[in-house]
């Protein structure tokens, strides 16, 4: 198969080479026929040299095709020997790996003979070890039962054992408690007593305790022994009475005096307070009138932008703003009506979003030549905008870059175009953000 593969290569080789000279020849006339100087044709020879044209150049599309062919092939062919050398080596290998496992296999067919002449002694005393594991087993089971039983037994008792730990656990913790809020309204009553009536613990239940009689409620009437229900009775017509007397105030005279002076001192900071209002009320009118003045007069010169600079954006197209309340000018709200050129539409919610955007961009040049400052930024104002209203908003853009120095964020080439200096964010190769400047104008200047 390879001499085969090699005579054809040999063949395809030749053919291939044919081909070049062909080729060759072909180009070597095409070359001397574009270089010879071109002879003065009758009109009616040249339908005839066209055909002859015509039939070079398809002869030379076949020959460079068959040439192409005929590489293929070569490649297919090498290819194709290439594949049956790594086979043949592969199938080599599989032979030696072949003869290696039939020696392996002999080696262990001949110690499995052996294991198996050995085997019998080994099952009879694996089965003797067998019998005797199982009666060992057997015990062992019985034994396992007998201390599963107790097992169970003790944990029951221990059930047991714990529930009533655990009543007696919180019986215990309820009594505690009982004895602790007693001790605390103890505490407390004696803290009471001793702020009340500065009597110690001792005395109080010496000369007041269960025990003593109670004197009555007259100076004829004889003590009596204590009953808690009468004592309490009394002590709530004692209390009651207490409250309708009142609280005795010896400072009320003081008091009258400091509320007196506070009195006088409040009265003279409202007097003051009122002026203030009064000189605050002037100042408002006076910033109102001013504030009034300043925003007409932006108001105006604003208009007056406006009407020069929507015809610039819109040609054709007329704009004005107005005032929707012009007698309360810090309360009014503006109206901006445009009527772009083929179109009746005034308000702007009719227009499209370009012709809206437009506008918008209009109404904000036109403040900027009205007050202008310094610097701008806009923020993809034209991402709407075609490349018509496109080329009028950047002739704006130039307008302004006169005066004021004009910072976009935007994604269009020709906004890019006629940049000063361009900026922006690029990721390296090691995956971090920097940022990329360049100066368009000091470039295209070098």
Do not use: W
């Not at 017509?237 to 409040?266: I, M, S, T, W």
């Not at 932006?298 to 040609?315: H, K, N, S």
């Not at 703003?321 to 012009?326: E, K, Q």
Request: glycine share 6%; hydrophobic share 40%.
């Amino acid at each position: 198969e390879c001499d085969r593969l090699a005579a054809t290569l040999a063949q395809a080789q030749t053919a291939v080479e044919e081909a070049e000279a062909a080729a060759r020849s072909a180009e070597d006339q095409l070359t001397g026929a574009l270089e010879a100087p071109r002879p003065i044709l009758d009109a009616s020879a040249r339908d005839g040299m066209l055909e002859a044209l015509e039939g070079a150049r398809d002869a030379e599309m076949r020959a460079r095709l068959d040439v192409e062919t005929l590489r293929e092939r070569i490649r297919a062919e090498e290819g194709r020997v290439t594949g049956l050398e790594r086979q043949r080596e592969r199938e080599k290998a599989a032979a030696a790996e072949s003869a290696r496992r039939v020696v392996l296999r002999r080696a262990q067919r001949d110690i499995a003979a052996g294991v198996v002449e050995r085997i019998p002694p080994l099952l009879d005393s694996v089965d003797r070890s067998v019998s005797e594991a199982r009666l060992a087993l057997a015990a062992a089971e019985s034994a396992r039962t007998a201390l599963t039983a107790e097992l169970a037994e003790l944990r029951a008792e221990d059930t047991t054992v714990r529930e009533r730990l655990a009543r007696l656990t919180e019986s215990v913790h309820g009594l505690e408690m009982q004895i602790h809020e007693k001790r605390l309204h103890v505490s407390s009553l004696l803290e009471r007593v001793q702020s009340e009536l500065a009597l110690e613990e001792d005395i109080l239940v010496s000369e007041y305790g269960p025990d003593q009689l109670i004197p009555g409620e007259s100076e004829d009437a004889e003590p009596t022994a204590f009953d808690r229900a009468t004592q309490l009775r009394r002590l709530q017509d004692a209390e009651r009475k207490l409250a309708q007397l009142g609280r005795v105030n010896p400072l009320a005279l003081e008091e009258f005096e400091a509320l007196e002076q506070r009195h006088a001192f409040l009265t003279e900071q409202l007097a003051d307070l009122t002026q203030t209002r009064k000189d605050l009320l002037t100042i408002i009118e006076e910033l109102d009138e001013r504030m009034q003045t300043i925003f007409l007069d932006a108001f105006e010169d604003t208009r007056v932008a406006f009407g020069e600079v929507f015809p610039i954006l819109f040609p054709g197209g007329t704009g004005s703003i107005s005032l929707t309340d012009p007698d309360n000018p810090l309360t009014t709200g503006i109206e901006v009506a445009v009527r772009p050129v083929g179109k009746k539409i005034e308000r702007l919610s009719l227009l499209s979003g370009g012709e809206r955007s437009l506008a918008a961009v209009a109404l904000l040049t036109a403040i900027f030549k009205a007050r202008p400052s310094p610097f701008y930024i806009l923020d993809e104002v034209e991402a709407a905008l075609d490349d018509a209203n496109l080329g009028r908003l950047l002739g704006v853009f130039e307008q302004l870059r006169a005066s004021s120095q004009l910072i976009v964020i935007t994604h269009q080439k020709r906004t890019m175009e006629i940049a000063d200096a361009l900026y922006g964010v690029s990721m390296r190769q090691d995956g971090v953000s920097a940022v990329v400047g360049q100066r368009v104008r000091e470039r295209v200047a070098n």
